[in-house]
T-cell receptor, first 112, second 115 residues
Framework: GDSVTQMEGPVTLSEEAFLTINCTYT??????LFWYVQYPGEGLQLLLKATKADDKGSNKGFEATYRKETTSFHLEKGSVQVSDSAVYFC???????????FGTGTRLTVIP | GAVVSQHPSWVICKSGTSVKIECRSL??????MFWYRQFPKQSLMLMAT?????????EQGVEKDKFLINHASLTLSTLTVTSAHPEDSSFYIC???????????FGEGSRLTVL
């Protein structure tokens, strides 16, 4: 069945370091892919998304490219800030379907 | 973005009691709401989908008599964990969207601990 495998955390980085959080998926066909972020005490928020192969989603300095050849959607940011400390979830969904398949989440802590 | 609020954020209860968790859409009408459950170090799992004014649709393996979902208005859905047991301890998250909209808006989650 469909599933999302996400890099286990926690991840601790110094401010201005480069961030990569790996995400791979298992699915037949080409689902839409998402990254959600959950800041402390808040609900999950959509960070970025890509709906077809080779699309690049970007937002707030974060990027992820939909790679069908490696079935991956890795999240990257060139220079993290303390305010990026949060839990990041990779997810996939088929079209307008209700169900989002989530990864386990990766907690990122950025220290000054 | 739109705001979805859950209450309570955390709750501790005794085994055998029932607990109600509320999910409210604060600035939009949510025709569809979803309830997820997350175990430690595991993915969020969809438990059920509820449409305003109709019965919830439960995912396979979720006991509908155990997890009662009510979506009586366009801004409120409730999840009641009946006769809770320690294995029901978990993090419960709701999400909501308007009719035809693609994006889901999530609540901050409710942590249930059953003693």
């Amino acid at each position: 069945g469909d599933s999302v495998t996400q890099m286990e955390g926690p991840v601790t980085l110094s401010e201005e370091a480069f961030l990569t959080i790996n995400c791979t998926y298992t699915a037949t066909g080409y689902p839409s892919l998402f990254w959600y972020v959950q800041y402390p005490g808040e609900g999950l928020q959509l960070l970025l998304k890509a709906t077809k192969a080779d699309d690049k989603g970007s937002n707030k300095g974060f990027e992820a490219t939909y790679r069908k050849e490696t079935t991956s959607f890795h999240l990257e940011k060139g220079s993290v800030q303390v305010s990026d400390s949060a839990v990041y979830f990779c997810a996939l969904r088929w079209g307008g379907a209700n169900n989002l398949f989530f990864g386990t989440g990766t907690r990122l802590t950025v220290i000054p | 973005g739109a705001v979805v609020s859950q209450h309570p954020s955390w709750v501790i209860c005794k085994s055998g009691t029932s607990v109600k968790i509320e999910c409210r859409s604060l600035d939009f009408q949510a025709t569809t709401m979803f309830w997820y459950r997350q175990f430690p170090k595991q993915s969020l799992m969809l438990m059920a989908t509820s449409n305003e004014g109709s019965k919830a649709t439960y995912e396979q393996g979720v006991e509908k008599d155990k997890f009662l979902i009510n979506h009586a208005s366009l801004t409120l859905s409730t999840l009641t964990v009946t006769s809770a047991h320690p294995e029901d301890s978990s993090f419960y998250i709701c999400s909501a969207r308007t009719l035809g909209a693609g994006e889901l808006f999530f609540g901050e989650g409710s942590r249930l601990t059953v003693l």
